[in-house]
């Protein structure tokens, strides 16, 4: 009998549309697992969004070994669907990786029988491997950079194609008819090379080796995989940078792109970008693309270690609106370092600048970021960890008030009420102004802890 192997998707029902991503981590470990074994397992991706968790168990086969993306964000309901499986599967195993599981190694270990400490590839093979014998570990923990050329690119087949293929993913301001096209999201990276003290992927780089890009023979196969078996029209690229950092490399990728007649939008850094590449990206395809601006306080960016600056980033967005590519910028309230007109400074800019679409967030404190290891270095005297509550806002256009899961010492920074109260004033001019959208109610742009 082969292997039953079950890659469990939760709900994340803490996204307004948990449909605007995919679980290209489970494409990609179920792929290499199926060229690995064969016909020595049989693979499952239970996808739990849009059902309810106490409905969750009837949804899920029995198996021989689970596995588990962990974010924190999805911690608690993946704990809740281990308890139930463990009662109606008590020989079956939990085997479990991701940002939590690399932060959080002792709690997870309570909760899973093993765990993923780095890229799953070759640990969750062997992983499966010790199971088939019997050996099942505690802790498999990467060793050496992999090779993410190596691997076939994912399928997408272990989901039914409505899933897989939809509507709204490219929609713009200028094209409403693109909001028909069928579309999909793609990642043809793996990592980020910056060090930004918000984030957590650079503390992950213990088990990484920064930013990886496929190769663009990978590119053009994957892409003409999803024309041909979903009709696919676009892409919306998840990649936490589109665009290789190297002008060569940036260059041939482009055109791989292009090469597939397929639009597609995507996310880069303000200083990622080349009047050059501006051009070869329309012309590759390109509709809109993202920049993460952050704030428009060059003390909170230094503070938080963006790198950037900010008339670099005016020059940017200025560029890309001449070449016809919609732009879209992410901004942060509540960052260290903030001045008191923080609101107005951050108004003038957008005015200044008119980027098509903002996408306003608050400032949280996450476990694994530099500012989670060392808040003192920030002005931070305590952060809430009730994560699931704090770190997003279930209706962010919404009437309720925005939940901040830090306070600021004394003089460091605003008060909690004071960083609402500009997220709010900030929220309403978006909106008057048709800046503000509801598909940034949830984080699948960007992916988090």
């Not at 994912?154 to 069928?182: E, I, W």
């Not at 930013?211 to 994957?222: C, L, V, Y």
């Not at 806002?393 to 960083?419: C, L, Q, T, V």
């Amino acid at each position: 009998m082969p292997t039953s192997i079950g890659f469990i998707f939760p709900s994340s029902d803490y996204l307004h549309d948990p449909f605007r991503g995919d679980p290209h981590t489970h494409f990609q470990i179920l792929t290499v697992l199926e060229s690995r074994f064969k016909d020595q397992v049989s693979l499952y991706l239970p996808d739990l969004r849009g059902i309810k968790r106490e409905f969750a168990i009837y949804h899920i086969p029995e198996c021989d070994v689970y596995l588990h993306s962990v974010y924190t964000l999805d911690f608690d309901e993946q704990c809740q669907i281990v308890t139930q499986l463990r009662e109606r599967f008590p020989k079956s195993k939990h085997i479990a990786g991701g940002p939590h599981v690399a932060m959080f190694h002792d709690d997870s270990l309570q909760v899973f029988d093993a765990l993923i400490l780095g890229d799953g590839e070759e640990l969750i093979s062997s992983a499966v491997l010790d199971f088939m014998s019997g050996n099942l570990k505690k802790v498999y923990k990467q060793e050496e950079g992999v090779d993410i050329n190596q691997y076939p690119f994912p399928l997408r087949k272990y989901l039914p194609k409505t899933s897989v293929a939809r509507k709204g993913l490219l929609t713009t301001k200028r094209r409403p008819d693109y909001h028909q096209l069928l579309s999909t999201t793609v990642i043809f990276s793996r990592g980020c090379p910056y060090k930004c003290h918000f984030c957590s992927l650079p503390q992950t780089k213990e088990y990484g080796l920064g930013i990886r890009f496929r190769d663009t023979t990978s590119i053009t196969q994957e892409i003409n995989y999803l024309k041909s078996e979903y009709d696919i029209q676009g892409i919306s690229l998840l990649d936490e940078i589109c665009i290789p950092l190297s002008r060569p490399r940036a260059i041939a990728h482009l055109e791989a792109i292009g090469e597939t007649h397929v639009l597609w939008r995507g996310q880069c850094r303000v200083d990622g970008l080349t009047p050059e590449l501006i051009k070869l990206a329309r012309e590759s395809g390109c509709v809109t693309m993202c920049m993460g601006v952050e704030s428009v306080s060059q003390k909170s960016l230094d503070m938080i270690n963006k790198k950037i600056d900010v008339e670099e980033a005016k020059a940017t967005i200025r560029m890309l609106k001449e070449s016809g590519i919609e732009t879209r910028i992410y901004m942060i309230q509540g960052l260290p370092g903030e001045p008191e007109n923080i609101v107005e400074q951050t108004w003038n800019f957008i005015q200044e600048t008119s980027p098509d679409l903002v996408y306003l967030s608050l400032f949280t404190v996450r476990p694994g970021t530099e500012v989670y290891h060392h808040p003192e270095k920030f002005g931070i005297r305590q952060t809430d960890v009730l994560w699931g509550k704090t770190m997003h806002m279930y209706g962010r256009y919404g009437d309720e008030e925005p939940n901040i899961n830090f306070e600021y010492e004394k003089g460091m920074g605003f008060s909690k009420e004071r960083i609402a109260a500009n997220y709010l004033e900030l929220q309403r001019r978006l909106r008057e102004h048709g800046l503000a959208t509801i598909a940034r109610r949830d984080s699948n742009a960007r992916p988090s802890a």
